[in-house]
């Protein structure tokens, strides 16, 4: 049995037979390619019997957290185009054509956080996401319109080609005056997740595939719920009597009670004769609290597969120390394959060189923004190593710059190892300890000495004489008021 087989039966067995959409016999029509299948006399397909994981998953709470959690957070980075300049830094380009995409908008109905949280929506729901460049006399691509990942096909023509059938956008559908689109590769920017090499390179697979026997498993329990709760008349307890009913005594008195307990009578008094008397149980039985606990584990298994930390969900274990610990685990893991995944799309699109000569990057100190203690804490830091100058810290928090504050500082002792032979090592002398008295002069110069040499330094060491004397006369006078 097949792997298509495996996962139809799988399917229908989690769903149930279904009245609209349930599995007919051929030909099956193919909305895509306005094409058919054929006549094999068996499901060739599991999507062909209606049931998709994009379906079932999108009735879970755990999903849409886990989809929001990445189109939010996405939405929320604002990108910027660099190029790397000959000083080894690099520089903020403002005239490019990507520049302009990522700063005012890639159309004219959508801001790029509307672009980008729709995208990566689509890209972590269907494993891909499609837009349609569209350029101007230049070339440039001057608006991009995002596309229905469940409309769009990569194909390849008879010359070995690869182009894009488009479709599920409205306004261009609306502008263009048709349903479907053709464009070629260059004029798609299109971003996929994991792809099957054997079956087709070209198409990403999203992580509700690996999670179905948890989305499975989270529907049945749900389910069960549902119908469990939805009999108004169950009680906290159980009706016992010690008389002998037969079939249909039981049958008789359970009627009564739901006609007691449902329906209009929801909340009333129901009143027990034949010896009937209410016997009361648990709140919550081994059974419910073993419901719980599979209800916790797919959660948390659908979480693992999307690599989203529990304690950003509100899930598992409690939060970490700080945000900045709990964003930087996520940037190291699923978000920032996420966001570079998205800046290598856009860097194809646009013909880029690619890091680190010129690429695109979304900048991750969004994401603290309201974590203002650890935000203002590194950049005390990074100014006080000398890594960022005084204005580039302001100018981060939105503060003008101010005189002087353009340079790089470091503290006094922070010394290169060859500047340490030119430091005094000799010890400093003790607060109040007299200094040493210099040398005597050296003996009366000999004949030939220019005059006035002798006595300026007769002059200067009666200067010194002076001065050791009032030091000793403050001294004595600190003692004697000591």
Known sequence: MGLVDRLTRMVSSVVGKATEGAWHPPPYNLPITHGWLGDEGRSMNWWQNGHTPRLYGSQLAIIEACLSAYSQTVAMCPGAHWRANSKGGRDLVTTS?????????PNDYQT???????????????????ALCLRNQRFEIEEMHLMDARYCR?????????????GGNYVLQNRLGGAMTRAPARDVWHVKLHSDQLRNPLRGESPLCAAFLDIATAMITRGQSAQFYQN????????????????????AARDRWNEQTTGANIGGTPILTAGLKPVQIPMITYRDAQ????????DQEIAMAFRVPLALLGIGSGPMGSTEALMQAWVASGLGFCLNHIELAFDQT??????????SEFDTKALLRSAFKDRIEGLARATQGGIMSPNEARNSEDLPDVKFGDEPRVQQQVVPLSAAEAIP?????????????????????????PPGTNADARAAYKRIVRSRTR??????EYRLLS
Do not use: W
């Open 425 to 449: 090592t000799g010890p400093p002398h003790a607060p109040g300890k007299i200094p040493p008295a210099p040398p005597p002069p050296s003996s009366p110069p000999a004949a030939g000495t």
């Open 97 to 105: 054509a990507l520049s302009r995409i990522l700063r005012g908008g």
């Open 154 to 166: 990569a194909q390849i023509d008879e010359t070995g080609e690869i182009f894009y059938s488009l």
């Open 471 to 476: 030091q000793l006369e403050r001294r004595a």
């Open 350 to 359: 646009f013909a880029l060189d690619g890091q680190p000569d010129e690429y």
């Open 112 to 130: 790029i956080s509307d672009f980008l949280l729709n995208a990566t929506r689509q890209l972590y729901y269907d494993g891909n996401a499609y």
């Open 291 to 298: 419901l719980v606990e599979t209800m916790k584990l797919s």
């Open 232 to 251: 108004q008349a169950k009680p906290g307890f159980v009706l016992s009597t010690d008389l002998t009913l037969d079939k249909d005594q039981v049958s």
